[in-house]
């Protein structure tokens, strides 16, 4: 059983870029969530994706999208970057439904200059 | 909406002594509790979760933690430290039909040999 895997695993951008973050979900999971942890913070919750569809959204400005594929995989964009964007991306997959885990992948550090 | 507070950003215990981290959570409804564990440069590790059923939850490497529901609490506790257990902790909570975690500040243990 293939775990979450996230690409690349670390990045360097400039204020106003743009990044596409990469996520392939567990083998079996129908559900993808980002999440981002700053330095010494706990993660915090951009989106959920299920079905190919935003099933759920943190308080991120719009600048900050998604996409989940029919192979359940998902990409995190974030556009005109700021330095405060400098963070560990970390996505997770899991089945819907109630209380259900989510297995997390091992993030992508990005750090915005 | 729920949260979570983790008090105590980092805690030092010696090897072979109780580790105890606390964990207290707000939440309107009935909620799901996890606790995560994060080593340097990894990603979230499942180490224990309680849905429904029996209060006192046991989970991976010799970890165990209790629902209290009066004291809105879920702490973590190991009756025995190990090198290994050096690392980062995150208590979460889930509500139910809301499928997205909110964590904790963490905490980030050091055994001292």
């Known amino acids: 059983e293939t775990g979450v895997t996230q690409s690349p695993t670390h990045l360097i951008k400039t204020r106003g870029q743009q990044v596409t973050l990469r996520c392939s979900s567990q083998?079996?999971?129908?559900?993808v969530s980002w999440y981002q942890q700053a330095l010494g913070q706990g993660p915090q919750f951009i989106f959920q994706?299920?079905?190919?569809?935003?099933?759920g959204r943190g308080n991120f400005p719009p600048r900050f999208s998604g996409l989940q594929f029919p192979n359940y995989s998902s990409e995190l964009n974030v556009n005109a970057l700021e330095l405060d964007d400098s963070a560990l991306y970390l996505c997770?997959?899991?089945?819907?439904?109630?209380?259900?885990?989510?297995?997390f992948g091992p993030g992508t550090r990005l750090l915005v200059l | 909406a729920q949260s979570v507070t983790q008090l105590g950003s980092h805690v030092s215990v010696s090897e072979g002594a109780l580790v105890l981290l606390r964990c207290n959570y707000s939440?309107?409804?009935?909620?799901?509790l996890f606790w995560y564990v994060q080593y340097p440069n990894q990603g979230l590790q499942l180490l224990l979760k309680?849905?429904?059923?029996?209060?006192l939850v046991k989970g991976i490497n010799g970890f165990e933690a209790e629902f209290k529901k009066s004291e809105t609490s879920f702490h973590l506790t190991k009756p025995s430290a190990h090198m290994s257990d050096a690392a980062e902790y995150f208590c979460?909570?889930?509500?139910?039909?809301?499928?997205?975690?909110?964590f904790g500040k963490g905490n980030q243990v050091v055994v001292i040999p």
């Open positions: 994706y299920y079905r190919e569809e935003e099933n």
């Open positions: 997770a997959s899991s089945f819907a439904g109630g209380g259900e885990t989510q297995y």
């Open positions: 309680y849905t429904t059923g029996a209060t």
């Open positions: 083998s079996g999971h129908n559900t």
């Open positions: 979460a909570v889930m509500v139910y039909g809301n499928n997205r975690l909110a």
């Open positions: 939440s309107s409804v009935p909620p799901y």
